[in-house]
């Protein structure tokens, strides 16, 4: 574990976290500009969609539907142990718990694109079709533990305008978008546009991961507002929906590597997607707990710890069963 | 040269407003808008609004009837919740009858 555990630490996109955080701590002027950021995440977001439709052009439709089933059952899951949790042993109100749920329900595709780099630099190759699953978790989540907040709070806004919001927002567009254009070109087409995108992709993540621990680095000081309550959940709730995704993964049929990443998604809190919903839907739940939860808790938390420990919750899963 | 008197509605908003705003704006007879990025720091803290994106700015030119009703509905609807600030200025505009 302990290995593992070095590897993750030394690797580049860690380690450009960590300056990131650094960069902040000693107070220095320097951040991506917000249209490089938007570029990066374009592109990650896009050669990620690409990749995988090409992966999925080849894949056996039989080898999908378990994963896939299983996905959606994290994703149907997963928001409401984070209401639970939050309302009834974190005493938040309705709003605030069913906004951090929401987060918590979804996936951040930047912990997923960790996840497989991660797992891939072990020698543990995931399935081409995981980008697939990633589209399948980010929306019910979100839906799910907005319907829960609106439902007892009341008010919010109609569901369509959130369901469009989510569904065209530039993560789907890129990724599911990707997804058909690289299973329309096939392995073909992927060759001509693949030094760009397989080329440039670990270097534009460090850069990405870099801003990322900047942002997370500024959302610091609010952790003394939030209180240990969500601290605590910001770190256990993933080790939980994180073994979950494992367990499932494995029974499932994917690979080691497979069901770390699946782990990694259910683990993962959103921050891109989820917080402009929760702020329109559920307009009385505080922004600083969610974000802060997310971006500065778990989000840090599951790139530096968590990944490393889903996948040896998934190598033993594995091997025992 | 001839000008028309007329207000000027100035609403400073978190961005993840700024769709339904403009959208309530023109239901109220705004016949357009000017938005522009903005960034600063109030009662509720520089961290409320803080989604990606930071604040709004939106200016409409309305009749004093119109902007009544803005200011009005404004405070119905976001004050509670959102980090909003709202304010109307007497302006003259050149061609202001195309907006009254």
């Given amino acids: 574990m302990t290995e593992v555990l070095r590897t993750n630490l030394l690797s580049p996109i860690v380690l450009a976290f960590a300056l990131g955080v650094l960069t902040r701590l000693v107070r220095s002027e320097f951040q991506l500009p917000k249209d490089v950021y938007s570029a990066l995440s374009i592109y990650l977001l896009f050669a990620l969609g690409l990749k995988g439709g090409v992966e999925l052009s080849h894949a056996s439709y039989a080898a999908i539907v378990g994963p896939a089933f299983v996905t959606v059952l994290l994703g149907c899951l997963t928001p409401v142990t984070s209401y639970l949790v939050l309302r009834h042993l974190g005493r938040f109100d309705d709003a605030d718990a069913a906004a951090i749920a929401a987060h918590y329900g979804s996936v951040s595709a930047v912990t997923f694109i960790a996840a497989q780099t991660f797992v891939t630099s ?82 534009a993540l460090t850069i990405f991961l870099l801003e990322m621990g900047i942002v997370a680095a500024d959302r610091l000081g609010d952790l003394r507002k939030v209180g240990l309550f969500l601290l605590g959940f910001g770190i256990g709730m993933p080790l939980v929906h994180g073994a979950l995704g494992a367990a499932f993964g494995i029974l499932s049929g994917l690979s080691v590597g497979g069901a770390t990443v699946l782990a990694a998604m259910a683990a993962s809190a959103s921050y891109i997607a989820a917080p402009p919903a929760a702020r329109m839907s559920l307009p009385t739940a505080n922004p600083t707990y969610y974000l802060t939860a997310s971006l500065a808790i778990t989000f840090p938390f599951n790139v530096v710890v968590g990944i490393p420990v889903y996948y040896q919750i998934a190598r033993a899963l594995h091997g025992g069963g | 040269m001839q000008t028309v008197s007329l207000k000027l509605v100035t609403v400073v908003a978190e961005a993840v407003l700024a769709e339904s705003l403009i959208d309530t704006l023109k239901r109220l007879g705004a016949s357009g808008y ?58 003259q505009v050149v061609r202001g009858e195309k907006y009254a």
């Fill in chain 1, 122 to 203: 072990m020698g543990a190759e995931p399935e081409g079709f995981m980008p697939t699953l990633l589209t399948l978790l980010e929306s019910p989540g979100i839906h799910i533990a907005l319907a829960i907040g609106v439902l007892k709070v009341g008010g919010g806004r109609p569901v369509r305008e959130t369901l469009h919001e989510i569904l065209t927002a530039r993560t789907m567009v890129l990724l599911v978008g990707g997804l058909v254009v690289g299973f329309l070109m096939g392995e073909k087409g992927w060759h001509a546009v693949s030094p760009f995108f397989d080329g440039g992709f670990k270097g």
């Fill in chain 2, 34 to 91: 000017t938005l522009t990025e903005a960034r600063g720091e109030g009662s509720r803290g520089r961290r409320v609004g803080e989604l990606p994106g930071d604040n709004v700015r939106v200016e409409v030119l309305v009749s004093p009837t119109v902007a009544a009703q803005i200011l009005e509905r404004v405070n119905a609807t976001l004050f509670s919740n959102y980090a909003v600030v709202a304010w109307t200025s007497d302006v």
